[in-house]
């Protein structure tokens, strides 16, 4: 899957060929919105089932 990287497009989420919408990752909102959406609550699920484990 490419990712969509143009820097000059204002829009955040822009539509997609195929229906929806994706993230515009020329945009530094889309760094954000994949870092506090997906990692950090990765990074919890992660600490909290291996604290549960120890």
Do not use: E, Q
Request: aromatic share 10%.
């Amino acid at each position: 899957m490419k990712l969509y990287n143009n820097p000059r497009d204002k829009r955040v989420f822009v539509p997609s060929k195929a229906g929806g919408v994706s993230l515009n990752f020329g945009h530094p909102i889309a760094w954000w919105i994949l870092i506090l959406m997906t990692i950090i609550p990765l990074v919890i699920v992660v600490g909290v089932t291996v604290a549960v484990l120890i």
